[in-house]
Every structure is written in C-alpha cells, then in structure tokens.
C-alpha cells in the first residue's frame, strides 16, 4: 500500500534520506512530503522510529475531482467500517487547494457527510465527531482536480514526542531540531555545543541520535491503535526491539542559555 509521511516545508529531501537509512530506499518525495510503499509492520515501524516526520499517512483512495459531489461519491466507496468501529470518534483534516470549492471546509464536510452515512446504512448507527481528540483522523488531500484520502495513522503529530514534562517559551519543533542534525552533517561522535539551547531541543534529540534510541520511544498515543485492524502483538514486538536504554553516550553534548529558568 502507499503510505505517505507528512514534513514541513523545505525537508523532502531530509525525510527521504532518513527513510533510505531506514531500510525504505525507494520514495518519491512530494509537497511537504515523502510517499513509499509498505504494510501495516512498516506503519508501525516508522512512527516509532522516523525523526523527521510530521505524521503516517496509509492512502486510501485517489481519485479526479470534477465537481463538489464527487468527493462524497468516492468517500461512500471506502469500507470505512472495516477500518474502524462505529464507536470510535473522528475527525476529518487536511488541505484543500482547488478552484473547484468556494467554501474552504466544505470539502471535509462531504467527507465526514460519506463516513456517516456508510455507518448508517452498515451498522444503523453513526460514530460521534471529535475535532479536538479524534481517535481516528481521516486525511483529505485536494490540489485542483487531484484528490486523495488517507487514514492518519499518528493521530496527534509525532513531534509530540512523549519525553517532555514541559517546555520554555517558544520551543523549537523537535522534528525541525531532528532535521537540523541531520542536515549538519553531525557524525554522532563530535562534541556537539549549543550555546542557546533554551529547552534543549536540539540536545535531547542529538543525545536519542546518538545513543540510537528512536525519539518517540516514550509516546503511547498513536491514532493505529484505535483501527479495527490494529495488532497488539505486532506492536508489542516492534517496541521490545528498539533501544531504549544506554549508560554511555558516544559523544560530549554541550548546552547553555542566558535564562537559566530554561
């Protein structure tokens, strides 16, 4: 299947070089992201360990858009029951670029209009919208008449890391610090000093670098898990693989900050 993995602007090529170290060295890098192809293991495997991803998307259908209700019609093909159950809640997001709808949150509401009414006509019940928490979020693309829907199967986004009990002001995106790192060219061995750290961002994701423990390993949150296909198993065996402890770092990591509150 196509899964695509969402970044910020100007880090196509940065993901696409993570992922060829990650065992993924086929990729087409697209607008703010990189598309491969894989399973559901390589879903799970890459929102644990992927640095420099904004979120895992696996598409669903693509398709032509024409007119308004052709959204609808190719929303209402998709088996969106056996994807997840009728009492998860969802959420519809994504980016709409088109000269085809006026209305900008038109578009996701024919998609959450197609999900709704496939529950009522399968289960004779509908599952409940959450905007804030969604446990299942649907991914809808449309560039002019290009349209495509995906199951995001991160839910929250992945620099949402897990390891933070809090943050200064302003921090630095921990998947821009992991980037950065990256496009340093930094060899994981020499002294790395950041003289204005604030948080420690970029230290924190150095050190996880460095001492090869995945930057999400202390996350718990992933929208899969609430997908009617979900394996526990799998999941449980991908984690007892990672690494997660070390007593050594391969290299000194060196941060300072004017605000010593930081």
Excluded at 125 to 141: F, G, M, T
Excluded at 176 to 182: N, T
Aim: with cysteine; aromatic share 10%; charged share 25%.
């Amino acid at each position: 299947m196509k899964i695509v993995l969402k970044t910020f602007y100007g880090l196509e090529d940065v993901l696409a070089d993570e992922l060829n170290e990650l065992g993924f060295p086929e990729s087409t890098k697209l607008n703010r992201a990189v598309q491969i192809e894989g399973d559901w293991k390589d879903v799970y495997f890459l929102n644990l360990h992927v640095r420099c991803a904004i979120s895992v998307l696996v598409e669903l259908r693509k398709f032509r858009v024409k007119t308004e209700k052709d959204l609808y019609d190719e929303a209402k093909k998709i088996n969106w029951s056996s994807l997840f159950d009728v009492k998860k809640t969802f959420a519809v997001k994504g980016a709409v670029n088109s000269t085809i709808f006026k209305h900008s949150q038109f578009p996701f509401l024919l998609i959450k209009d197609a999900i709704v009414d496939h529950f009522r006509d399968v289960k004779g019940e509908r599952p409940d919208i959450n905007v804030k928490s969604p446990q299942i979020v649907v991914d809808l693309y449309v560039r002019e008449n290009e349209g495509v829907i995906s199951v995001n199967t991160s839910g929250l986004p992945l620099f949402q890391r897990g390891y933070r009990q809090s943050t200064g002001d302003a921090p630095l995106n921990e998947v821009v610090a992991a980037a950065l790192l990256r496009m340093s060219e930094w060899d994981k061995k020499t002294t790395l000093i950041d003289p204005f750290c604030g948080s420690g961002t970029i230290l924190i994701e150095a050190a996880l670098l460095a001492a090869g423990i995945p930057s999400n390993i202390e996350r718990t949150h992933y929208a899969f898990k609430n997908m009617a296909n979900y394996d526990a198993a799998l999941w449980e065996e991908l984690h007892a693989k990672a690494n997660k402890l070390v007593k050594e770092l391969p290299c000194t990591l060196i941060g300072g900050d004017i605000d010593s509150q930081m």
